[in-house]
């Protein structure tokens, strides 16, 4: 089992940016695919972007895409999440999973792939 630990979150104003991370430990992260998601109050858990753990594959939502960028530092075991031009329907606790992968292939983008999540780190997004 692998133990994620997220830091980064807090409070910005509209148009901000913020820098998450989310530290891996206890595992190796080979055949990997490290992803965050979020959730804000009353809403379902939401894709947000993932990455493999070899290669340079990323997905980004809809929602997300041309503001963020996910990368990850494999010597550190490290996953981070660069957001930029925030909004306000940003506002949510984003959370840090990982879901063990026979292939590198096919899509990612459902909570119940990922087996280990971290505790999440709030980000609130001022108008």
């Known amino acids: 089992q692998v133990q994620l630990v997220e830091s980064g979150g807090g409070l910005v104003q509209a148009g901000g940016s913020l820098r998450l991370s989310c530290a891996a430990s206890?595992?190796?992260?080979?055949?990997?695919?490290m992803a965050w998601f979020r959730q804000a109050p009353r809403k379902e858990r939401e894709f947000v972007a993932a990455?493999?753990?070899?290669?340079?594959?990323?997905d980004y939502a809809d929602s997300v895409k041309g503001r963020f960028t996910i990368s990850r530092d494999n010597a550190k075991n490290t996953v981070h999440l660069q957001m930029n031009s925030l909004k306000p329907e940003d506002t949510a606790v984003y959370y840090c999973?990982?879901?063990?992968?026979?292939?590198?292939?096919?899509?990612?983008?459902?909570?119940?792939?990922?087996?280990?999540w971290g505790q999440g780190t709030q980000v609130t997004v001022s108008s």
């Open positions: 999973a990982v879901a063990w992968v026979l292939s590198y292939r096919g899509t990612y983008f459902r909570p119940d792939q990922y087996t280990d």
């Open positions: 206890g595992r190796t992260l080979s055949m990997s695919v």
């Open positions: 990455i493999r753990w070899s290669g340079d594959s990323t």
